[in-house]
C-alpha cells in the first residue's frame, strides 16, 4: 500500500505543454506514473509524443476527468494562474492536486487550499516537490532513482531534504515519500501525513522533516503523542539560522524564541521522537530504532 498516491492513480499535468511541465512529464512515465493527460485550453485536442507514449491534451480538467477518469492533477503553471488552476480541478472533483510552483502569493494559497477543502480535494504543496511511491507512481519533481520500495514514510517540508534522506535510506526503501513544501500556507500538512502513515499497514516508521519557521512541528509533535504508536525520526533543519530573517521558504523564519530548531527539537524528543542534528545521523537514528525492533 501507500499513501494519496499508487500505481492505480490517474493523473493529468495542468501545464504540461510548457517547459517545466514538458521535462517532468517525461520523468513522470519513466518512473512509471500513468499520466492520461494534459491540460492547456488553447492546445485541446492535440497529443504530445513523450519518447513511446502519445499524451493527450485537454481543454480542461473536467474534460480530462470525463474522458480518463484522472483523480490526480500536478500543476505546473506560473504563479500568476496556479488558484485558478486549483479551483478549476476543484470544480472538477479531483481527488487530489499536487501543485509544484513556488512564488504563489499567499493570499492565492489561502484561498485555493481553502476552497478545495470544502470541494474535497486534497492539496499538497504550494511550493513542493510533490510525491513518490517508488515503484508505483511519482507526481512531481521527486527524482524515482535515488531509491526503491520499502517500508518507512517520509513527510518533509523541504525538496532537497526530502532527497538526501531517500538516498541515505535507499537500501530500506520507502511506502511514500511526501514534500508538504515551505510556505506558510500548505494544503496537507506534517499532521496529515503522519495520520496517514500510521493508518497505511506497509508502514512501519516514519521519517519527519521540518524546518525553523512556525509551530508545524510542535503541533506535529503533540499529535504524535497522542495518536501515533510508530516510531517517528526526525531532522529540523536551520539550527544555525539567524534571528528575524527568512531562511529558504517563505514560511522559515524565526522572531525571538519562536519556532526555533531547538524549540521544534525539545517538543518532537518530549514525546519519544529521535532527532537528528545532521540528514547522516538522522538516517543512523533511523537503522538503530529498525534494528530495535527486530
Keep these: 500500500m501507500a499513501i494519496h498516491l499508487t500505481k492505480e492513480s490517474k493523473v493529468l499535468v495542468q501545464g504540461m505543454t510548457g517547459g517545466e511541465g514538458m521535462k517532468h512529464t517525461r520523468r513522470m512515465l519513466a518512473a512509471g506514473t500513468n499520466v492520461v493527460g494534459g491540460v492547456n485550453p488553447r492546445k485541446a ?5 513523450f519518447d513511446d507514449r502519445a499524451v493527450p491534451v ?9 474522458a480518463t ?4 492533477t500536478v500543476v505546473f503553471v506560473p ?13 472538477a472533483g479531483i481527488g487530489l492536486a499536487v501543485v509544484i510552483t513556488e512564488g504563489i502569493p499567499v493570499h492565492d494559497s489561502v484561498a485555493f487550499t481553502t476552497y478545495a477543502r470544502q470541494k474535497g480535494t486534497r492539496v499538497i504543496g504550494p511550493n513542493c516537490p510533490g510525491l513518490i511511491t517508488p515503484g508505483q507512481s ?27 534522506l531517500m538516498y ?6 520507502f511506502s511514500t515519500c511526501v514534500g508538504i513544501g515551505g510556505d506558510p500556507v500548505v ?52 539550527f544555525t539560522a539567524p534571528e528575524g530573517r527568512t531562511m529558504g521558504h517563505a514560511g522559515a523564519i ?8 531547538q524549540a521544534k527539537k525539545d517538543a518532537l524528543e518530549a514525546v519519544g521522537v529521535r532527532v537528528g542534528g545532521t540528514p547522516t545521523e538522522t538516517a543512523r537514528h533511523v537503522l538503530a530504532v529498525l534494528e530495535a525492533g527486530r
Design 69 to 72: 477518469g484522472a483523480d490526480v
Design 45 to 49: 485536442g492535440r497529443t504530445v509524443d
Design 138 to 164: 511519482n507526481a512531481g519533481i521527486i527524482p524515482a532513482d535515488i531509491t526503491k520500495p520499502g517500508r518507512i514514510g517520509l513527510v518533509s517540508k523541504s525538496g532537497t531534504l526530502t532527497y538526501q
Design 187 to 238: 494544503g496537507t500538512t506534517h499532521i496529515d501525513c503522519l495520520a496517514a502513515f500510521q493508518d497505511d499497514p506497509d508502514t512501519d516508521l516514519v521519517v519527519l522533516i521540518g524546518e525553523i519557521g512556525g509551530d508545524a512541528e510542535e503541533r506535529a509533535a503533540a499529535y504524535i503523542g497522542e495518536h501515533v504508536t510508530k516510531p517517528v525520526v526526525a531532522y529540523i533543519a536551520g
Design 79 to 91: 504563479p500568476a494562474h496556479a488558484k485558478a488552476a486549483v479551483v478549476e480541478a476543484a470544480d
Design 168 to 173: 541515505e535510506l535507499r537500501d530500506i526503501g
Design 58 to 66: 485537454f481543454g480542461s480538467v473536467a474534460d480530462g476527468i470525463q
Design 254 to 261: 524565526v522572531s525571538g524564541s519562536s519556532g526555533t530548531a
